[in-house]
């Protein structure tokens, strides 16, 4: 069983539009090889208000055949 970090930074930009930046932060859990969980926060703001989102814990199932 093993637990590993995950973590993205995005940003964009339209000229004198828009801007947009975010982070999400998360792990995944990787139970077995063939089975893992993985669960994320978040934090985007755009042209001033942040966006929050939280992302539940979701199964993926590995398929290396």
Known sequence: MKVRPVVEVFCDKIWMV???RSAPVGTIWQVREEL??????RY???NGPAANE????????????
Do not use: K, Q
């Open 54 to 65: 939280t992302v539940p814990a979701s199964p993926s199932r590995n398929t290396r055949e």
């Open 36 to 41: 893992g969980f993985d669960a994320a926060y």
């Open 18 to 20: 828009t801007e947009t």
């Open 44 to 46: 985007a703001p755009v």
